[in-house]
Structure formats: C-alpha cells, structure tokens
C-alpha cells in the first residue's frame, strides 16, 4: 500500500475541516476506531475473559513505545495518566534542597514551569531562561546552569513558537556537568525522531493525544535505569510494587522496573488506541513521518513569507522547527483572527501571541493552502 492510499483509508476527516491543530488535540486513525470499537464489544460480550490479551497488549505497547524514543528497554517505559503526572513524579520525587536549582524556559508550557515553580515553598530556586538572550537557545540555558544547578528542564520543541531544541547539545553539556536532564517531548515524540540514549536524556514524558495520534488519558515516560531508585516515589498501590499479582503477600518493595511509577490499574482502553496509533506511525516509519511533517511546515512557512499580509513569529532556520508554525496578521488581532479562522472550519490554535497551525504527515497540502488563503483573508 502506498503513502496515500494508506492515508485515504486511515483518517477521514470531514470535507470542511481543515485540520491543522496537532500541537493541542490530534484526530484518530481509523485503525484507532477500530479498537476502541473492538475493546468494547469484546467488554460488552465477556467482559475481562481474555485479559491476559490485554496484558499481551500492554506489554507490545511498550516496547513499541521504547522503540520510538530508543530507550534501552521496554521495561524502562512507565505507562502514567499524562505529562504532568510524570513531570511531577520527577520533579516532587528528586529531593531537591534548599538553595538547589532548576533551569527552564521562558516559553514553557504551564506542566513544565508549574510543577517545579511548587518547590519554590521548598527553597529550590526556579530560573526561567530567555531563550534569546545567548547565541543559541542552549547557550542561554547552560549559562544559566552553575555549581548549584540541579535540573535542566526544557521543552524538546516549545508549544506556542515551535522553537526545536538541540537535545543532543543540552545532554551532552548537562551529563558533563551533572545536571540531570529532563525532557517535556509532547510536541516531538510522533512528529519528529528523538532517541533518548544518543541524546543523554534522563527523564522524558509525553502525553499520546498529540503527535501519537491517540486518546488522551495515557502518557509515556521515560526514566533513564541508573536514576529508578533516586526517585522518592510518592504514589503507591498494588501495581508498582514487585509482586504485583500475589495480593496475600504482607511484605512489598517497589517494581525493579518502570513499572514502580504506575501505582494502581493501567487504563486498558487507551492502552488498545495508543497502540494502535503508534503502530500507524511504526508503519510509516519515523523517518517518513518526519520528512512529511517538515514538508508541511516549510510549505506553511513559505506561503506565510509570500503573503505581505502576514507574518512569521518563529524561527525558520533548519533544525529550529518541527509541526509547528506561528504566524499573525498585520491588520487583524490575533484572538479576532483565531475566533474566525475557527468558525471557517480552520482547527488551529491561539499560542505566542499569533495563531498556530501544526499539520502532520498526512496533512493535504491543499488543506494548508485553503487555510493560509483564509488566514490572508482575515479568517473571512
């Protein structure tokens, strides 16, 4: 089956929804449907018999999910509810001191400046970098890192001017200089390839409702081997401990695996349509993936610069952008322009002070071009 015919039979959005808002909520696939569908009847019809399937399942959705970001091992993979929920495992579960300190942007999404902004109360001081300031964003935040840094907590692509960061830079400098590196990658991990071993990374997360193409309500994360146990864990339950099915058993101690990060029943719904998505991905090929989500953001960007009308609010440069472009109207108030691009069909988003398209793979270019048309227009 060819690209196209693949994407004709996998996602059937309809005529007058120009779908650019990836960044925020993705459509499924219909192979996606399909097991929703499927996981329900199988419940209607007899309930939880085959549940060693579902454990079949959620084991295969791990190690598809290690796959994706080349962790070492499936059984580094912790299936949680969302990216905030792994941000705050990481964050609450370091034992940061008084006077230790924590690196970040200034263009985070909340779940990345909040969750470490609550230890404030603790002592730990929270620098947000401009990300402007140096010669390169990673410049600006490793001089921003001293003897006293902790944590460098970043965005692998920032959600409002869809900057891409070097990950590969910020993990070499911070494993140099011990500074633990944590990586928010919701707005990579299905757009764009990340491995988290060439790039040093020790903690990562990701919701599946964006560039996964999945449900939302279920979250990877990543936590590098070595630093399980440096983890105070907070949560606890019948499922994060090591003998998880001897319920009669009086004595306990933590999975020696990720598996210590889940603490009670895993969401087997969203299990069965996260692991379908990502097996439309796996089939396309990251690589593939990539490619054509580059493609559609260079053409939004091209049309974008062609049109005097509007007006870029990102970065253009090669390796600076993944799915997501940023863009305003010279005439026309962004919130203004947003609300009727919105009521024209146009699925994008209100971020950065512009509005904010992200296409992925399957993305029409003619979709694009009727949208950009619109956006020229002032939404009308």
Same mark, same amino acid.
């Given at each position: %089956?060819?690209?196209?015919?693949?994407?004709?039979?996998?996602?059937?959005?309809?005529?007058?929804?120009?779908?650019?808002?990836?960044?925020?909520?993705?459509?499924?696939?219909?192979?996606?449907?399909? /097991?929703?569908?499927?996981?329900?009847? #199988?419940?209607?019809?007899?309930?939880?018999?085959?549940?060693?399937?579902?454990?079949?399942?959620?084991?295969?959705?791990?190690?598809?999910?290690?796959?994706?970001?080349?962790?070492?091992?499936?059984?580094?993979? /912790?299936?949680?509810?969302?990216?905030?929920?792994?941000?705050?495992?990481?964050?609450?579960?370091?034992?940061?001191?008084?006077?230790?300190?924590?690196?970040?942007?200034?263009?985070?999404?909340?779940?990345?400046?909040?969750?470490?902004?609550?230890?404030?109360?603790?002592? !730990?001081? !929270?620098?947000?970098?401009?990300?402007?300031?140096?010669?390169?964003?990673?410049?600006? =935040?490793?001089?921003?890192?001293?003897?006293?840094?902790?944590?460098?907590?970043?965005?692998?692509? #920032?959600?409002?001017?869809?900057?891409?960061?070097?990950?590969?830079?910020?993990?070499?400098?911070?494993?140099?200089?011990?500074?633990?590196?944590?990586?928010?990658?919701?707005?990579?991990?299905?757009?764009?390839?990340?491995?988290?071993?060439?790039?040093? !990374?020790?903690?990562? %997360?990701?919701?599946?409702?964006?560039?996964? =193409?999945?449900?939302?309500?279920? /979250?990877?994360?990543?936590?590098?081997?070595?630093?399980?146990?440096?983890?105070?864990?907070?949560?606890?339950?019948?499922?994060?401990? #090591?003998?998880?099915?001897?319920?009669?058993?009086?004595?306990?101690?933590?999975?020696?695996?990720?598996?210590?990060?889940?603490?009670?029943?895993?969401? %087997?719904?969203?299990?069965?349509?996260?692991?379908?998505?990502?097996?439309?991905?796996?089939?396309?090929?990251?690589?593939?993936?990539?490619?054509?989500?580059?493609?559609?953001?260079?053409?939004? %960007?091209? /049309?974008?610069?062609?049109?005097?009308? =509007?007006?870029?609010?990102?970065?253009?440069?090669?390796?600076?952008?993944?799915?997501?472009?940023?863009?305003?109207?010279?005439?026309?108030?962004?919130?203004?322009?947003?609300?009727?691009?919105?009521?024209?069909?146009?699925?994008?988003?209100?971020?950065?002070?512009?509005?904010?398209?992200?296409?992925?793979?399957?993305?029409?270019?003619?979709?694009?071009?009727?949208?950009?048309? =619109?956006?020229?227009?002032?939404?009308?």
């Amino acid at each position: %089956m060819s690209l196209n015919e693949l994407i004709n039979k996998e996602f059937c959005l309809k005529q007058d929804v120009l779908y650019l808002n990836h960044a925020a909520v993705a459509p499924w696939p219909a192979r996606t449907r399909d /097991a929703v569908c499927a996981f329900a009847e #199988e419940n209607l019809t007899q309930g939880s018999q085959d549940y060693p399937r579902w454990l079949a399942t959620e084991k295969f959705l791990r190690s598809q999910l290690a796959e994706l970001i080349n962790a070492p091992a499936p059984e580094d993979i /912790a299936l949680l509810k969302n990216t905030s929920e792994a941000l705050s495992v990481v964050a609450h579960g370091l034992n940061l001191q008084p006077g230790d300190k924590v690196v970040t942007s200034d263009q985070e999404f909340p779940s990345n400046r909040i969750v470490w902004e609550s230890l404030e109360a603790d002592g !730990v001081e !929270v620098r947000q970098v401009d990300l402007h300031a140096g010669e390169s964003p990673e410049a600006a =935040l490793l001089a921003a890192c001293d003897e006293r840094t902790r944590v460098l907590a970043i965005s692998s692509v #920032e959600y409002a001017s869809g900057l891409r960061m070097d990950l590969d830079i910020l993990g070499a400098r911070c494993r140099e200089r011990n500074i633990l590196f944590c990586v928010d990658a919701i707005q990579s991990i299905g757009a764009v390839g990340v491995d988290v071993q060439s790039s040093q !990374v020790d903690f990562l %997360m990701a919701d599946g409702h964006k560039w996964m =193409l999945g449900p939302e309500g279920l /979250a990877l994360f990543y936590c590098r081997p070595a630093l399980r146990e440096r983890l105070r864990l907070r949560q606890f339950g019948w499922h994060m401990v #090591e003998h998880a099915e001897d319920f009669d058993r009086r004595d306990w101690a933590p999975a020696p695996d990720a598996r210590r990060f889940e603490c009670g029943s895993p969401n %087997m719904l969203c299990i069965h349509a996260l692991g379908a998505s990502v097996s439309l991905l796996r089939e396309v090929g990251m690589d593939r993936v990539e490619s054509e989500v580059l493609a559609r953001s260079r053409h939004i %960007m091209a /049309a974008v610069e062609a049109n005097p009308s =509007l007006e870029l609010t990102g970065d253009t440069r090669p390796g600076r952008f993944a799915g997501i472009v940023t863009f305003r109207h010279r005439e026309v108030d962004s919130d203004v322009l947003y609300r009727t691009l919105m009521a024209q069909g146009v699925m994008c988003a209100r971020r950065g002070g512009g509005v904010r398209f992200s296409p992925h793979f399957y993305t029409p270019f003619e979709v694009i071009d009727r949208a950009v048309e =619109l956006a020229e227009r002032g939404g009308r």
